[in-house]
C-alpha cells in the first residue's frame, strides 16, 4: 500500500507560521507528498521532503525559485495510476473548469488543483477532480484540510479535515 499526501495552499510564512501538526502526522508516514502550488517559500518544499519525497507544481503567488524548480503542470505516475496535477490559477472560467481543460488532452486518473482552497472531489467524465482545500489559510470553509490517497490493488482518495491547533 503507497500512501501519498495531498496538499496545496500552504501560503507559509503569510497565512502560518508553520505546517499544522495535523498535516505533519500524515507526512511522517507517507511514501510520497504532492503540493499543487502556493508554497511560498521553498522552505516548505524542504520540510515537506525531509519526511519523504516531494514534487507539485507552482502556484500563482509564488517566487521564480519555486517556477523553475517546479513548473506549472505535471502528471504524476504511481503504477496505473496517473494524476494530473495543476495549480488552476487564470482568468475565466472556474478554477475546476481550467484544471479539468489543462489535461484534455492527456490520459489521466485523478486531476489535483488548488488555489480556491475549497475542498472538491468529484467526478467528471470517469476523471476524479480533486482539491485538497488549504492547511492553513481555509477562507470560508468550515475547517482546514489536504488530502489522502491510498494506493493498494485499487486507490482511495480523501480529505482529511481538521480544526486549528490550539
Not at 503542470?73 to 496505473?80: E, H, N, Q, S, V
Request: hydrophobic share 35%; proline share 4%.
Amino acid at each position: 500500500m503507497q500512501k501519498i499526501v495531498i496538499v496545496s495552499d500552504t501560503h507559509i510564512p503569510v497565512r502560518a507560521k508553520k505546517l499544522p501538526q495535523r498535516l505533519v502526522e500524515e507526512c511522517q508516514s507517507a511514501d510520497f507528498i504532492i503540493h499543487a502550488g502556493d508554497w511560498q517559500t521553498l522552505d516548505v518544499y524542504y520540510e515537506l521532503s525531509a519526511y519523504t519525497e516531494t514534487d507539485g507544481v507552482t502556484g500563482n503567488v509564488d517566487p521564480w525559485g519555486i517556477a523553475d524548480r517546479f513548473g506549472k503542470k505535471k502528471i504524476f505516475a504511481f503504477g496505473d495510476l496517473k494524476i494530473g496535477v495543476i495549480h488552476g490559477d487564470g482568468s475565466r472560467k472556474t478554477t475546476e473548469q481550467r484544471a479539468y481543460e489543462a489535461f484534455a488532452e492527456d490520459e489521466v486518473d485523478i486531476i489535483v488543483f488548488g488555489h480556491s482552497h475549497i475542498p472538491v472531489k468529484r467526478k467528471m467524465d470517469g476523471i476524479t477532480l480533486f482539491n485538497p482545500g488549504s492547511p492553513t489559510d481555509k477562507r470560508k470553509q468550515p475547517q482546514y484540510s489536504f488530502g489522502l490517497l491510498e494506493i493498494g490493488d485499487s486507490w482511495e482518495l480523501k480529505h482529511v479535515f481538521f480544526d486549528k491547533e490550539s
